[in-house]
């Protein structure tokens, strides 16, 4: 998955953030499609980040995926005869920014991220993977101060709300709305630290890492309906990725405890686990 930068100039084309936040808190993602300039590279699930230009406030506004690679349609500009490229975008999080502000450019424009030109009218512009990495932390960490909460991955597809969750819906895979103050609940009660494997992103990858993790629902997407109220408590468990997968990868969703005994027998017959077993034993003796 690459990262690329759209931008948005207001004094040039008009874009109701108002009329977006309706679906988008309904579904959890609004669909439209972007101008990307020049670009052919974008590929469907690319990560994609808007950049308001033109006026103040400037910075990153939104965030989505790919829906599909470009092609060209009528140009968006007004009395343009010619043709643009545009892409698809699944957008999971949208900023007005008179009312909510944007991250600003004086917090993109340090370490990696001072590798991006963040300046720049074009939109399609290609984001290095370093500084693609501490944008996701710095977006995510930016919409959580104010209540929000953006994709990790496909399947984590989050929306504001009470502890309310329903309507699954296809993204890359199934999904359904995540309140951010769920998580947060979760994360607070039990950790940011894996419940199946006990991996810690802060003690992996320092600062970067911190409060990283993903949350799984107990309770399978079948038995939820609308209008379940989630208990972060009882309901939630923070996992690492790797973990998460494993618990989805299955028709039948696994148990955290099931998943816990696999990891174990599996530990168990690792030849190189069993050496260091016998070493340690030896050790003793």
Partial sequence: MNT???????????????????????????????????????????????LRQGREPRGIMASGYARSIPYKDKHW??????????VKVRFDAVLTPEVDGVLPLSRL???????????TQASGISIPPLAASKLDSLWR???EAGGQSPAVMPEEVSTPGLYFEGATRSIAVNAYERDPRARKACIEHYGATCCVC???FAARYGALGQGFILVHHLVPLSQIGKGYMVHPVRDLRPVCPNCHAMLHKSREVLTVDDLKKTLRKASFNNPIQTHARKKRAGRRG
């Fill in 77 to 86: 500009g007004e009395g343009r005869t010619d043709e643009a490229l545009y």
């Fill in 141 to 143: 960490s930016f919409l």
């Fill in 109 to 119: 424009q340090t370490g990696p991220l001072a590798a991006v030109n963040w300046r």
């Fill in 198 to 200: 006990g991996f810690d």
């Fill in 4 to 50: 690329y930068l759209l931008t948005w100039n207001p004094n040039r084309w008009p874009w109701d953030t108002e009329a977006v936040l309706a679906p988008l808190k309904k579904r959890g993602f609004f669909d439209d499609r972007w101008s990307c300039g020049h670009t052919k590279r974008i590929q469907i699930g690319d990560r994609l980040f808007l």
